[in-house]
C-alpha cells in the first residue's frame, strides 16, 4: 500500500522568511497530492493540492512542487507570517484512489 | 452552512463501556471516513465508506466498527474501549471517491479511555 514520508517534523522560520517541507511517496499510481493545514485545537483544512498532470502550482504565499519521477512532492511558503505557524501534512491518494494516506505532519513555527 | 459535525467533542469513558461518536454530513457527499490523530503519526484511517451500505477497513481498524445506513451519517462505534484508543478523532467527507477530492473534516473528538 501506500506510505507518505514527511520531513522535517518540526521547523522554525523567522517571519518573512521562506519554510519547505518535503515528502515521498511510494505508490506510482498516486495521482492527487493534497496539502492540509491543522492550526491549534482546530480541525485539518484544505490549503493547496496538485494533480499529477502538472508538476507546479501557485496560491499567493504557497505553491506545492511533484516530481513523480522522484516521488516527491514539496510545499513551498514564501514571506511567512505569524499565522502561518501550524501542523502541516501532506497526503497522497492510494488503494486505487480509495483513499488518503497522510504523512506524519510538520510542525511550522513562524518567530517573530 | 456547510459542514462535517461530530458529537461529543470530549469523552471520557471507562475501559470495556460501549460508545458510539456521531458524525453528520450536510453536503450530499457520497464518501466518509474516520481517522485518528496521535503525536508523531499524523492521521491514520480508520474506516471509510463509498456510500451507502459500503464500508470497509482502512489502515487501523481493530477495535473500531462503524455503519452507513443514511448518506449523511457515518457513526464510529468503539463496542469495548481500551485505553490504547485514546486519541483524537476526527470525521471527514468527500464529494465521491474519497483519493480524489478535497476532505472536509468534523471538529474532532477527544476521546479519553481509563
Known amino acids: 500500500g501506500e506510505n507518505v514520508e514527511q520531513h522535517p517534523s518540526t521547523l522554525s522560520v523567522q517571519e518573512g522568511d521562506s519554510a519547505v517541507i518535503k515528502c515521498t511517496y511510494s505508490d506510482s499510481a498516486s495521482n492527487y497530492f493534497p496539502w492540509y493545514k491543522q492550526e491549534l485545537g482546530k480541525r485539518p483544512q484544505l490549503i493547496i493540492d496538485?494533480?499529477?498532470?502538472?508538476g507546479e502550482k501557485k496560491d499567493q504565499r504557497i505553491a506545492v512542487t511533484l516530481n513523480k519521477t522522484a516521488k516527491h512532492f514539496s510545499l513551498h511558503i514564501t514571506e511567512t507570517q505569524p499565522e502561518d505557524s501550524a501542523v502541516y501534512f501532506c497526503?497522497?491518494?492510494?488503494?486505487?484512489?480509495?483513499?488518503?494516506?497522510f504523512g506524519p505532519g510538520t510542525r511550522l513555527s513562524v518567530l517573530p | 452552512e456547510a459542514q462535517v459535525t461530530q458529537n461529543p467533542r470530549y469523552l471520557i469513558t471507562v475501559t470495556g463501556k460501549k460508545l458510539t461518536v456521531t458524525c453528520s454530513q450536510n453536503?450530499?457527499?457520497?464518501?466518509m471516513s474516520w481517522y485518528r490523530q496521535d503525536p508523531g503519526l499524523g492521521l491514520r484511517q480508520i474506516y471509510y465508506s463509498m456510500n451507502v451500505e459500503v464500508t470497509d477497513k482502512g489502515d487501523v481498524p481493530e477495535g473500531y466498527k462503524v455503519s452507513r445506513k443514511e448518506k449523511r451519517n457515518f457513526p464510529l462505534i468503539l463496542e469495548s474501549p481500551s485505553p490504547n484508543q485514546t486519541s483524537l478523532y476526527f470525521c471527514?467527507?468527500?464529494?465521491?471517491?474519497?483519493?480524489?477530492?478535497?476532505?472536509?473534516f468534523g471538529q474532532g473528538t477527544r476521546l479519553t479511555v481509563v
Open positions: 471527514a467527507s468527500s464529494l465521491r471517491s474519497g483519493g480524489n477530492t478535497e476532505a472536509f
Open positions: 496538485i494533480r499529477s498532470n502538472v
Open positions: 453536503m450530499n457527499h457520497e464518501y
Open positions: 497526503a497522497a491518494n492510494g488503494n486505487y484512489g480509495q483513499n488518503f494516506v
